[in-house]
């Protein structure tokens, strides 16, 4: 029997209990052991609730009792998470936790102090929910040099994107909707600002790169700003708009963004609607590959955590995750990567085409029906900085947004 | 150092080499230690090929190198690799292989002898070619119960469909074309008759029941007898056709098939076009997933082996993959299996419909312009064994396809 604890008992810590009491037989005869819920660590307690004669509020207790191999952290947020899940694996604990914000921040560190021990510290639920990225990174694309990893990992923002594009609502509309169906949180700052994929892509990142890529370094636009005139735009041109998180080699360096982007019809993210994430990756000899699943929700996201504590019963006191140094690694400048811009400028697009063309160069003119007195215009491929300073002279912009591949 | 022995350098193994060459850094510092090819097995002689100073023509020469600790083999087909992998095992070597016949027939018994010896029998590349799927079972989804898994897991197959779904072709011409541009054979058996995915989907489906199931078991219809008409219907009813390889829980049973099918838009398959492989799978917990990729071709599926190998090196003499019993699974016999059926019919639906709702109850009429003297009807759900007695009583049935979901 392999005892755990559980830190936790929020939604993805209650979904944990409830996957390994629903498919505890299969469960264990792959761990090739009985995994045992020792403990639930909560400030609250559930009197209601059989979980009650497990539940205990203080972490040394966990940390003190050396039958527990393995710790799960769900509580999220830094702290006192980071300060338990050091302690547990000082202690001699394996830990698996579903928390990106640790993961960013800390990740580099608590990795190495496994590593030492000859523990593990696994966060396959803290990119992507249910989509297993984080292991195929780790041990399914190793003979590759991973040129690209472009993700639609939040799902809040890929449900109201996909709701303005397929039914022309506009921004405030379909925020109150998901906040009214529980998609987004009253503050949905985290989603809508990007802040949520911006620290998954930071994982991801320094997982390709082996370095530390710190969140703050990524530049991180959400979609408050996009309207559902931008979503005509995008059906005119073919194309619809996503929040990607994107990290791409240039030689060697890397580029990370998270951003709306206008994506078109041949792209596999294209189609990836509603809460549901997915990760496009492309590897130098694979090629093309993309993993898609539930991003979040209470058991997909518990079943990336219980399989984490699976793989780390297979392998007790046998480091197996990929290491990524406590080095940074210096970005590529959003000023000197490259791509086409698509521009939507006041007034009449014949009466400015001179203009625009004097500046921006050779363009494609768009007008969509039913938007009067404003036009749009692709650029051809030039930098940030170039478009930035172009942008600069021009007069009456209304937005910009980027466009992929 | 870890010398390996390549036996067969056709496409794969020639990509294996050239894998391992070209990533060389990445795959070592990711293994842990240097991957060496010592010995390519080859019938033929490659005199302007550095690789001919690795040549070696007899397969002893391998199973009696103690220095061998891992053997790739990629020559494809049942014997000799049968002979050779049993041999390679029980020498105390791990074998890696992208050979679906071998895994198919022998996969059980192999797994066995490997798990004896403390060795792996690993074969990502069998499946899918670059799409990590067998690892993800294995690895990822071990939380769940796998209640589907259903596949577009042949490239030449799916290209072919694309172009007659896209560009309204008929079959012959894009048989034609697909052999003339290299992603068709000149004998296309194997995959217009569906035996290449049948052999796949029996992998998956040992693997997600823990049991033998033969492919012989599985009832398998190939795109022969797809027709561009079909396909006209087909987007009449906003779907498309696919040839699918499915595997299904249908209580403690399994039911497994492998056929053309009518696939709605809002399926995650529908968009898996040309070339591309695509593995969909449902878990109790997880919910939907789907994996993508490329399911064929030399640097996808040498990527696949070399992180096969890369994992081996990482884990020998430890035996990690999960077992299937030599025990064969009955699978749910076809006829007891429910779904709904599209059917072409000769005459005028008018005329025929009285006889049509009094044999198939209600159904859903469909009339395609431009094709007269026919007409098409979708039954209600019922189960193959029900519509085969209707079908027998009806006159003039042109083609039915099974419609999925």
């Given at each position: 029997m392999v005892n755990i604890a559980v830190m936790g008992y929020g939604t993805v810590g209650s979904g944990v209990v409830e996957v390994i009491n629903t498919n505890s037989d299969i469960i264990n005869q792959r761990a090739g052991d009985e995994i045992n819920v020792k403990y639930v660590l909560d400030i609250r307690d559930f009197p209601d609730d059989p979980?009650?004669?497990?539940?205990?509020?203080?972490?040394?207790?966990?940390?003190?009792?050396?039958?527990?191999?393995?710790?799960?952290?769900?509580?999220?947020?830094?702290?006192?998470?980071?300060?338990?899940?050091?302690?547990?694996?000082?202690?001699?604990?394996?830990?698996?936790?579903?928390?990106?914000?640790?993961?960013?921040?800390?990740?580099?560190?608590?990795?190495?102090?496994?590593?030492?021990?000859?523990?593990?510290?696994?966060?396959?639920?803290?990119v992507g929910g249910g989509i297993p990225i984080i292991r195929?990174?780790?041990?399914?694309?190793?003979?590759?040099?991973?040129?690209?990893?472009?993700?639609?990992?939040?799902?809040?923002?890929?449900?109201?994107?996909?709701?303005?594009?397929?039914?022309?609502?506009?921004?405030?509309?379909?925020?109150?909707?998901?906040?009214?169906?529980?998609?987004?949180?009253?503050?949905?700052e985290a989603d809508v600002e990007g802040y949520d994929a911006c620290r998954k892509i930071a994982i991801l990142s320094s997982l390709i790169s082996g370095q530390q890529v710190d969140f703050e370094d990524i530049y991180t636009e959400g979609i408050t700003k996009i309207t559902k005139e931008d979503m005509l735009y995008a059906k005119e041109l073919g194309m619809t708009i996503k929040l990607l998180a994107s990290s791409k080699r240039h030689g060697n360096h890397l580029h990370a963004i998270v951003a709306p982007a206008l994506l078109g019809k041949e792209h596999p993210l294209y189609n990836i609607?509603?809460?549901?994430?997915?990760?496009?990756?492309?590897?130098?000899?694979?090629?093309?590959?993309?993993?898609?699943?539930?991003?979040?929700?209470?058991?997909?996201?518990?079943?990336?955590?219980?399989?984490?504590?699976?793989?780390?019963?297979?392998?007790?006191?046998?480091?197996?995750?990929?290491?990524?140094?406590?080095e940074k690694l210096t970005l590529l400048p959003i000023e000197d990567t490259c791509k086409r811009f698509f521009v939507r400028m006041n007034g009449d697009a014949d009466k400015r085409r001179d203009e625009v063309e004097a500046l921006f160069g050779n363009v494609r003119f768009l007008n969509v029906e039913g938007l009067s007195d404003e036009f749009g215009f692709v650029t051809e491929v030039m930098t940030e900085g170039e478009y930035g300073k172009k942008a600069e002279k021009a007069e009456g912009i209304l937005h910009m947004i980027r466009i992929e591949g």
């Open positions: 979980i009650q004669e497990k539940i205990v509020h203080d972490v040394n207790v966990i940390i003190n009792d050396p039958e527990i191999r393995i710790v799960v952290e769900v509580m999220g947020g830094i702290e006192p998470a980071y300060t338990f899940v050091k302690q547990c694996l000082e202690a001699g604990k394996s830990v698996v936790t579903s928390n990106k914000a640790l993961v960013a921040k800390h990740g580099a560190e608590l990795l190495s102090i496994a590593k030492e021990r000859e523990l593990n510290f696994l966060f396959e639920a803290s195929a990174l780790n041990s399914s694309l190793t003979a590759d040099k991973i040129e690209e990893i472009t993700g639609i990992l939040n799902g809040t923002t890929n449900y109201m994107l996909s709701k303005m594009f397929y039914e022309g609502a506009d921004y405030a509309e379909v925020l109150k909707e998901a906040q009214d169906n529980g998609y987004a949180e009253r503050n949905p609607n509603d809460v549901f994430n997915a990760v496009f990756v492309h590897g130098n000899v694979l090629g093309d590959a993309m993993f898609y699943g539930s991003g979040a929700g209470k058991l997909p996201t518990a079943s990336a955590v219980v399989a984490d504590v699976v793989d780390e019963v297979k392998h007790l006191h046998r480091n197996i995750m990929t290491m990524w140094k406590n």
